[in-house]
């Protein structure tokens, strides 16, 4: 397992209006931000990615600019433009995050399914900041539900920071996302129709929701089982969909007393130890 932990976006605005070929950008202030980065100027003739080494020692603009980047083009701001920047707070505390993962080895437990400790978490190194926000992450992030034809842009710069290794799976904690109207995101093997064979095996979870340490066990349960919702799961039943009752009062994945009965969930350990070594 994998886990990255990007910043909480922050905004600011334009304390000046500046020109197409300016290096430093004056802001209102940005004591926030990471040492260095990319900026989203906002602009009604588009935005302007600008990639910034440093901030300066009174937090009020961001220096040693390189303008234009990531596919736009350098362009003249008006004063009060908003600017979107990565802030050095996590979207999630390494204490959230491990708090997480013991629910994920408690929920599977009866599974003899554990992770391989200890869990990588890129949490922006030593400090705890946070990984910087990816430019397509800078104005927000949407997510797909259902089947995937299409990744989106977000989706895309999340992918390509995937570990590598085809039988982990990957977490990517942000702060807030849209497109989809549950707290956690799995891709299991099932719903990626888009072509790209590493759109697959990674959850993303939206941290300004109100949390159940039981969602990302759930969420691994998609991947884990290669499965969507079914119907008919019992109350008790890790699977079951969020929308129709909840997880909050699982335990531990069956068996469980009326699994046999409900024909649902009573080979899931059997099924999960036969395919958790040999994702995707």
């Not at 999630?92 to 994920?104: F, K, M, P, Q, T």
């Not at 759109?199 to 998609?222: K, P």
């Amino acid at each position: 397992m994998h886990v990255v932990v990007f910043s909480e976006p922050g905004e600011t605005t334009l304390s000046e209006e500046t020109d197409d070929t300016q290096t430093t950008i004056p802001v209102s202030d940005v004591v926030s931000a990471h040492n260095s980065g990319t900026i989203r100027i906002e602009n009604p003739n588009g935005h302007e990615f600008v990639r910034y080494d440093s901030v300066s020692e009174d937090g009020l603009a961001f220096e040693d600019c390189t303008r234009g980047v990531d596919g736009t083009q350098a362009l003249a701001h008006a004063q009060g433009s908003v600017v979107r920047y990565s802030s050095t707070t996590p979207a999630i505390s390494r204490a959230g995050v491990e708090e997480h993962l013991d629910a994920v080895d408690e929920r599977l437990a009866q599974a003899t399914i554990r992770l391989r400790r200890p869990v990588p978490i890129d949490i922006g190194g030593n400090l705890d900041t946070g990984r910087a926000l990816p430019p397509a992450l800078l104005d927000g992030v949407t997510v797909n539900s259902g089947f995937v034809t299409t990744f989106t842009m977000d989706e895309l710069a999340m992918i390509a920071l995937k570990d590598g290794d085809a039988n982990s799976v990957d977490v990517f904690y942000v702060d807030s996302y849209t497109g989809s109207p549950t707290v956690m995101e799995a891709y299991p093997e099932v719903r990626n129709q888009s072509g790209v064979p590493a759109g697959e095996n990674f959850v993303v979870a939206r941290t300004n929701a109100t949390y159940q340490n039981s969602v990302l066990a759930h969420e691994m349960m998609h991947i884990l089982l290669n499965a969507p919702h079914r119907n008919g799961e019992p109350s008790t039943a890790l699977f079951r969909s969020l929308q129709v009752g909840g997880v909050a009062g699982t335990k531990r994945i069956g068996p469980y007393p009326d699994a046999q009965a409900a024909g649902v969930g009573y080979d899931d350990s059997e099924t999960i130890r036969g395919t958790a070594e040999i994702l995707p």
